[in-house]
């Protein structure tokens, strides 16, 4: 069981400036910020090495602003970013989170390359859903578990100690909400207490803890999920004992296209240059070019909660640009299909009513969906097939946080020394599920991941 006691007649055998819990890409970044800023840091991990929520990322960070955009001709500001943040969340993303980490994540990527040599690069063949400029960036391998990995060797390199099969159990706090330490529980079944200054809260949201799920997002309550099982809302079961405020817990991201029974995401840049999804009936559903979190939603609606992408081989050419897509043809996942007949056989759908749906991208205008078909070029033979559901990958709820990633009391005031970030904290994408902009997991957890741990060592 995890909570929170009294520090009172505690002993701490050990103690360290800053411990993070949670080694993820939020964890790790707060921890070479921690260091930087001249703080002794501590990463506790409860799993046997880390692997989390980033490894199972795309692994790209939205950034506005930056010198690779500058390189490319890319002109965009984080003005701009913060208002198609807004735009998607209809203006509920909470305003001082969102403000701060889309001007602290282009100097966050600056800083990771320039002190910690993890390089960085823009991603201009295609825009996401709701972004009005090339804005995603990441590691040249293209992947969250490249980006984790560079990240971790990263902390080797600066010698700060990673602590695995460190599962924290107890928060250690008095009536004023400081917090002096925490015990963590061993596989062997011992535990140990460990003093702390400063403590950020880095172990992402409760994606993996089905009662929570179901209880705030009951429309994802059946929905694969695509997250790390230790995602189980610890963050929140320990702010809401201390006392602090939660916010927007009812937001996650979806996605709607992971490949099943593969388990791979399929990327969405097939569907915004000109893919679409039918179900088992071979009907189109839904606009293809709203994001694909609240597709998950969409897909979960239609038989068996089953949709299929379909494409043509120009797209298939663009999917073999993500390391993700190669992995689901190289697992059998992508079917190729000759002609339109063989692709109604595969799919076991409805001749006539898939010859209908792909006549449909040959037309122009704003369909009944609300897409625009003139954007994209009209689906050709041969054709490509991936059998996918919605899958939830995680919350984007937390604890309330002010701009220095300090946790917030319900009466607003912030606690001395606990901060929260990435998942952990109340994200940007508003309360629900349609609010989730592209890249905004990843982007609160570097941006946020870099301010807590500066400020947490300021905090001294």
């Known amino acids: 069981m995890i909570g929170v006691a009294s520090p009172e007649d505690v002993e701490f055998p050990v103690w360290v400036q800053t411990i993070v819990i949670g080694a993820g890409a939020c964890g790790l970044t707060a921890a070479l910020a921690a260091q930087d800023a001249g703080g002794e840091v501590l990463v506790l991990e409860r799993d046997e090495s880390p692997f989390g929520s ?43 989170v969102a403000a701060e980490v889309v001007d602290a994540i282009g100097p966050a990527l600056e800083w990771l390359e320039d002190e910690h040599g993890i390089p960085f ?61 925490v015990e963590v529980a061993r596989p062997d079944g011992s535990t140990e207490l460990i003093g702390c200054d400063g403590l950020i809260l880095a172990c992402n949201g409760y994606g993996g803890n089905p009662e929570m799920v179901a209880e705030h997002i009951p429309a994802m309550a059946e929905a694969e999920y695509h997250g790390h099982a230790g995602n189980t809302g610890d963050a929140v079961v320990w702010g809401e004992a201390l006392g602090a405020e939660v916010r927007d817990l009812t937001a996650c991201q979806g996605h709607g296209s992971l490949a099943m029974p593969h388990r791979i995401l399929i990327t969405w840049a097939l569907m915004m240059e000109g893919g679409i999804q039918i179900n088992r009936n071979g009907d189109r559903f839904a606009n293809e070019h709203q994001g694909y979190s609240e597709q998950a939603v969409d897909v979960l609606k239609q038989p068996d909660g089953v949709a299929f992408d379909i494409y043509d081989a120009r797209l298939h050419t663009l999917g073999l640009e993500f390391p993700d897509y190669k992995d689901a043809v190289n697992a059998s996942a992508v079917r190729q299909c000759n002609s339109v007949e063989a692709l109604a056989e595969h799919t076991g759908v409805p001749l006539e009513n898939l010859m209908a749906a792909i006549s449909e991208t040959h037309e122009h205008g704003v369909d009944r969906f609300g897409r625009d078909l003139g954007k994209t070029p009209g689906l ?26 300090r946790v917030l009391r319900d009466d607003g005031s912030a606690f001395p020394n606990l901060f929260a970030a990435g998942g952990a904290a109340v994200g940007v994408s508003g309360p629900d599920i349609s609010g989730y902009l592209s890249g905004n997991g990843l982007l609160t957890a570097v941006a946020l991941g870099r301010i807590a741990g500066e400020a947490s060592v300021s905090s001294w």
């Open 54 to 96: 980033t490894s199972m990322s795309s692994g790209f960070i939205p950034a506005a602003a930056t010198r690779w955009q500058h390189e490319q001709g890319i002109d965009d500001d984080p003005s701009l970013f913060l208002e198609d943040i807004q735009r998607k969340s209809h203006d509920r993303s909470d305003p001082t």
């Open 121 to 181: 690069e823009v991603l201009d063949g295609f825009l996401y859903p709701g972004h009005r400029k090339h804005r995603m960036h990441a590691v040249p391998e293209r992947t969250g578990e490249a980006l984790l990995t560079r990240l971790l060797q990263a902390v080797m390199a600066a010698g700060i100690p990673v602590m695995t099969d460190a599962r924290v159990t107890t928060l250690f706090a008095d009536e004023d909400g400081l917090i002096s330490g």
């Open 380 to 405: 050709q033979a041969p054709f490509f097939a991936v059998r996918v559901t919605g899958a939830l990958f995680h919350t984007q709820g937390g604890l309330a946080i002010d701009g220095e990633a």
